[in-house]
């Protein structure tokens, strides 16, 4: 089952239209349809198609994220096979069969990212609480 028809699958099984997926998520009902035919050609491209899954995916209740990975892959195959692609899927990104095996790494990498920024602001505060107690000392405690 393709990308676009399990959207369709999902959507239908949940008896929702693709009218009230337009109205509560903004998105036009033409670029909804051009999902569910796996017609990317239509579509802007980019951060916005996958927007527009997340979107989708998330009124209608299902798993956005792995649901994202399936578009991508369904990009990238369109690419292969010379069909209608996202705008540069495939220069320079990494292809969706990878995503999951370097979740870990990436998760990891923010994770550091948020401890040194946590460090970083901790010493800030200390160094603020030291300058503000010497001047305090310096003054003779007149405040």
Request: hydrophobic residues 40%; charged residues 25%.
């Given at each position: 089952m393709s990308?676009?028809?399990?959207?369709?699958?999902?959507?239908e099984l949940r008896q929702i239209?693709?009218?009230?997926?337009?109205?509560?998520?903004?998105?036009?009902v033409a670029r909804?349809?051009?999902l569910e035919r796996n017609d990317f050609s239509c579509l802007p491209g980019g951060l916005y198609n996958r927007g527009y899954v997340r979107a989708y995916c998330e009124?209608?209740?299902?798993?956005s994220e792995s649901m994202v990975n399936?578009?991508?892959?369904?990009?990238?195959?369109?690419?292969?096979?010379?069909?209608?692609?996202?705008?540069?899927?495939l220069r320079g990104?990494?292809?969706?069969?990878?995503?999951?095996?370097?979740?870990?790494?990436?998760e990891s990498a923010r994770a550091?990212?948020?401890?040194r920024w946590l460090i970083a602001s901790v010493?800030?505060?200390?160094?603020?609480?030291?300058?503000?107690?010497?001047?305090?000392w310096l003054l003779g405690g007149r405040v």
């Amino acid at each position: 089952m393709s990308f676009g028809e399990e959207l369709r699958r999902e959507r239908e099984l949940r008896q929702i239209s693709l009218r009230e997926i337009s109205n509560a998520t903004k998105i036009d009902v033409a670029r909804l349809e051009a999902l569910e035919r796996n017609d990317f050609s239509c579509l802007p491209g980019g951060l916005y198609n996958r927007g527009y899954v997340r979107a989708y995916c998330e009124h209608i209740g299902i798993d956005s994220e792995s649901m994202v990975n399936a578009y991508l892959l369904e990009a990238q195959t369109q690419a292969a096979n010379g069909g209608s692609s996202e705008p540069g899927l495939l220069r320079g990104r990494t292809p969706p069969s990878t995503l999951a095996a370097n979740e870990p790494a990436a998760e990891s990498a923010r994770a550091e990212g948020g401890r040194r920024w946590l460090i970083a602001s901790v010493l800030a505060a200390a160094l603020l609480i030291v300058a503000v107690l010497a001047g305090w000392w310096l003054l003779g405690g007149r405040v």
